[in-house]
């Protein structure tokens, strides 16, 4: 298919416990639609590097890529959601309409998957997969997300996604503030709080 295009370009996040299927389902989209993905697993797995590092060559990368003002994804390493709200915040910045991909799939399913030797899987250990299990947060009720199963057929999931994509909500997603941000709103709240007067007894 062509890439997709827009006045303002989608970017996908997709996130899901390690084996969910969200990488297989980035590659795929990205090569459906000539689309650039960054892979934080990749990146690690290829180039022997640290967590951290290949964080901070995401980041990098996707930098130059959103220079292109193409529809983009964003595979592994915002499994916090903190970390999702920073990388939302840049995206909407750069003039991307941010959407989070949740791969859901069962924990024994996917550790199958996951210990799998690289690149059929992640080569994780046990006691890795549950490190990272744990470390998962679930996007909250105000994050723009959609779900998929990673045991469904790739041309479900994309039908599902292509759906979302098209709403008209779409083209403005709310943007999660800033931790600053939350602080202030917090001292705004307290302080515009009314008075409890007491009951007046008679």
């Known amino acids: 298919m062509k890439p997709l295009t827009a006045a303002s370009p989608h970017a996908i996040i997709m996130i899901g416990i390690p084996g969910s299927g969200k990488s297989t389902f980035a590659e795929r989209f990205a090569d459906t639609f000539n689309s650039p993905i960054v892979s934080e697993t990749k990146l690690q797995q290829e180039y022997g590097l640290a967590a951290d590092q290949a964080e901070k060559l995401r980041g990098s990368i996707l930098k130059e890529f959103m220079k292109s003002h193409r529809t ?9 959601k903190e970390k999702r709200e920073d990388m939302v915040r840049q995206l909407v910045k750069a003039g991307f309409r941010p959407l989070v991909v949740w791969v859901q799939t069962d924990t024994n399913e996917a550790y199958r998957r996951a210990s799998k030797p690289y690149p059929t899987g992640s080569g994780l250990t046990s006691e890795g997969f549950d490190i990272l299990l744990d470390q998962f947060e679930a996007p909250g009720e105000k994050e723009k997300m959609v779900v998929i199963s990673g045991k469904h057929t790739y ?7 292509l759906k979302q994509l098209a ?3 779409h083209t403005q997603p709310k ?6 941000q939350k602080e202030e709103a917090a001292k705004i709240t307290v302080r515009t709080r009314p008075r409890n007067r007491g009951t007046l007894l008679r």
Not at 72 to 80: F, S
Not at 155 to 161: A, N, P, R, Y
Not at 175 to 180: A, D, G, I, N, R
Request: net charge negative; proline share 12%.
């Open 72 to 80: 983009l994804l964003i595979d592994g390493g915002l499994n916090i």
């Open 155 to 161: 041309t479900s999931q994309l039908k599902i996604i």
């Open 167 to 169: 709403t008209p909500d």
């Open 175 to 180: 943007v999660p503030l800033s931790p600053e």
